[in-house]
């Protein structure tokens, strides 16, 4: 899952982006409303966090511009503290969820988890494959109930592939999505993340269709 967040405050934003990377996010920070417009309609994420108060172009307006370009990724506007009239027009901006300054971090991780989770159409916090269980709250994946361990790159790609379960997703879209706009990308590695969850999960975890891209196997379609 990849996050752009987009905070003119240098503390912040670099507190926000390392805690979200701890918690297996791909995290891209702008720091004025321009380049967050920018990236927010040219790059690919699985949600955003916006804060109002930005330079060069205002959160509002950033918003704005994204939902009338049809840009519908779910957002969290960041308001100032107690400022009902900032909520009030997030949301008719566009926002899928505000929270106000100062907060909790493991408040925004867990509105963020849920705003994607909606995003997918996943009602759970626990994402279901066959005998292979992922806990988006904790990050520990179990195969029939026994744990097993991931490198962050492979829960990026596991995770993925839950949240879009039943679905082909391409590499291309998974590079997008596990990769942060810094990385540097190389989409043979999706193959080699692919095999090593497969040596990890079984080999039936993931499904390779041919010229398109892979697929979790999906028990209830
Ligand atoms: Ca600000």
């Known amino acids: 899952m990849r996050v752009l967040i987009v905070e003119d405050e240098p503390n912040l934003g670099r507190q ?15 720091t004025d409303g321009e380049d967050g417009h920018y990236l927010g309609s040219t ?18 307006t950033v918003l704005d511009r994204w939902r009338k370009e049809g840009m519908k990724v779910p957002v969290l506007v960041l308001t100032a503290r ?20 100062p ?16 995003a997918s159409g996943n009602a ?8 292979v269980r992922l806990d988006t709250r904790s990050g520990k994946v179990t195969l029939a109930g026994e744990p097993v361990k ?18 082909v997703v391409s590499r291309t879209e998974l590079i ?8 540097d990308r190389d989409s043979n590695t999706i193959e080699v993340f692919v095999t090593r969850i497969r040596k990890k999960l079984g080999q ?11 697929s979790l196997e999906d028990p209830g379609a």
């Open 124 to 131: 759970s916090t626990e994402m279901v494959a066959g005998d």
């Open 82 to 101: 107690d400022s009902w009239s900032d909520k009030v027009a997030g949301l008719d901006a566009g926002a899928d969820d505000y929270l106000a300054k």
């Open 204 to 214: 039936d975890v993931i499904t390779t269709i041919r010229g398109l891209g892979y």
């Open 150 to 167: 991931l490198t962050a790159q492979e829960y990026k790609l596991l995770s993925y592939l839950m949240h879009h379960k039943g679905k």
């Open 43 to 60: 790059e690919s994420y699985d949600a955003i966090i916006l804060d109002l108060g930005l330079p060069e172009i205002d959160g509002l």
């Open 103 to 118: 907060f909790q971090t493991e408040e925004l991780i867990a509105r963020l988890r849920a705003l994607i989770r909606r």
């Open 16 to 30: 926000l982006r390392a805690t979200l990377e701890g918690a297996g996010y791909a995290v891209d920070l702008a």
């Open 176 to 183: 997008e999505h596990i990769y942060d706009q810094d990385f």
